[in-house]
């Protein structure tokens, strides 16, 4: 799959508000108990810019930094579905 075909900031419809597909991501993890500075650490990033890209107010994230963040958040989210599928 080529990630550098996706566009990290492509808005996603969320209720009465618009967010980006990685602002939608990063919240997820957010919720799911990762911790800000964990995130930015797994996907090699500054707080500061972890908080630019939650905020949206940094689009122009790299093919890798998209690519990691996709990868963590499979990871977050479905080993949260498998784990209760298996019990």
Known sequence: MNLSVIK?????SSGSSTETFTQSMLQTLLRK???????AARLGI???TL???LRG???D???KTFASLLG?????TYSDQY???IH
Not at 8 to 12: C, D, G, L, Q, R
């Open 83 to 85: 784990s209760s599928e």
């Open 72 to 76: 963590l958040y499979c990871a977050v």
């Open 51 to 53: 908080n630019r890209l």
């Open 33 to 39: 108990g990762i911790t800000k500075s964990t995130a």
């Open 8 to 12: 990290s900031y492509a808005p996603v």
């Open 61 to 63: 994230s790299s093919p």
């Open 46 to 48: 500054s707080i500061s």
């Open 57 to 59: 107010t940094y689009l």
